[in-house]
Nanobody, 123 residues
Framework: QVQLVESGGGLVQPGGSLRLSCAAS????????MGWYRQAPGKQRELVAQ??????????AYADSVKGRFTISRDIAKNTVYLQMNSLKPEDTAVYYC??????????????WGQGTPVTVSS
């Protein structure tokens, strides 16, 4: 079983920045992709950013609403993914969840979610 532990959420003023971290632990043979999703009250969970294992730097994808403001990166050695969030807006307020997909114990595919970390953008 692969566990994901997130950190870095909190309260920030509009225009401010936060950096989220997500570390994967357990029996991991390989990670195919890690990403961040968010869910605001009354809304469906949506993909914010994802980074795959394709290429030396990974292939990234972003929701249109965060392009140019958020940057996803990874530390392969630490099985950790980061989300640098700049120029935050009130509409970025949500619980942010980390997701990872890969191959784990017994060479079986896994898909895991973190417990979520809240981000509140408010003055």
């Amino acid at each position: 079983q692969v566990q994901l532990v997130e950190s870095g959420g909190g309260l920030v003023q509009p225009g401010g920045s936060l950096r989220l971290s997500c570390a994967a632990s357990g029996t991991i043979f390989s990670i195919n992709a890690m990403g961040w999703y968010r869910q605001a009250p009354g809304k469906q969970r949506e993909l914010v950013a994802q980074i795959s294992s394709i290429g030396s730097d990974g292939r990234t994808a972003y929701a249109d609403s965060v392009k140019g403001r958020f940057t996803i990166s990874r530390d392969i050695a630490k099985n950790t993914v980061y989300l640098q969030m700049n120029s935050l807006k009130p509409e970025d307020t949500a619980v942010y969840y980390c997701n990872a997909r890969g191959v784990g114990a017994g060479r079986r595919d896994f898909g895991s979610w973190g417990q979520g970390t809240p981000v509140t953008v408010s003055s």
